[in-house]
Structures are given as C-alpha cells and as structure tokens.
Nanobody, 128 residues
Framework: QVQLVESGGGLVQAGASLRLSCVVS????????MGWFRQTPGKERESVAV????????YSTDSVKGRFTISRDNAKNTVYLQMNSLNIEDTAVYYC?????????????????????WGQGTQVTVSS
C-alpha cells in the first residue's frame, strides 16, 4: 500500500517562502507521477503542479508560475514544492498525490480523480 506523508506547511507572512515535502513509501517511487494540489473551504481541489515519472513538469495554475517549483528526488522517495513570494491567495491545505504509471493510458495530470493515492494534507497560511 502506497502511503504519502506531507510536511513543511505553516503560517508565514506574505512574501515569505516555504518548501513542502512529500515522502512516499510502499511503492516504486520512480514509476509514480506526482502532483501537488491545494484546497480551500468550499472549493474544489485544484492542481498546482505535477512532475511525471520521467521528470516532465506541468504548472497547472497560472498564479504559481514563476513562484513555485516542483521537483523530485527518487533516491529519497520525495517530491518537493518550493513556494516563493507567497501571497494570501496561496492559503490552502496542500495535498500530495500519486498516480502509478500506466503505459498507453492517457493521463490528465491536473484532474484530481486521476490520482490513486493521497496524503493527509498540510496547511499553508499566508498572512498580510
């Protein structure tokens, strides 16, 4: 059973940086497509960034382009989300998600329903 554990969230002031980490256990990390999503109360979970098993990167939300960076370390079974120049609109619960590689199967990376496994979430709160 694949398990995902996020860490790194917290309360920061606008303009600060945070780095989220997601450690994966119980699966072959190098074959997983990994995504970061975020959710605020009353809204659907939205994709922030995705890094595929092969290292391709997609930033799904225009507002994070140039500020957030997704990366992975296969030796550590960990995916990261570096978040710079945080603003109040970035306040949300951030979730890590994993989808197993499926050869020949289309993958819509920004759709939450496409993912097989989820972490418990980590709260990011940005104050003015």
């Amino acid at each position: 059973q694949v398990q995902l554990v996020e860490s790194g969230g917290g309360l920061v002031q606008a303009g600060a940086s945070l780095r989220l980490s997601c450690v994966v256990s119980g699966g072959t990390f190098a074959s997983l497509n990994m995504g970061w999503f975020r959710q605020t109360p009353g809204k659907e979970r939205e994709s922030v960034a995705v890094i595929t098993w092969s290292g391709s990167i997609i930033y799904s939300t225009d507002s994070v382009k140039g500020r957030f960076t997704i990366s992975r370390d296969n030796a550590k079974n960990t995916v990261y989300l570096q978040m710079n120049s945080l603003n109040i609109e970035d306040t949300a619960v951030y979730y890590c998600a994993a989808r197993a590689r499926r050869s020949g199967v289309p993958f819509t990376a920004h759709r939450a329903a496409e993912y097989d496994y989820w972490g418990q979430g980590t709260q990011v709160t940005v104050s003015s």
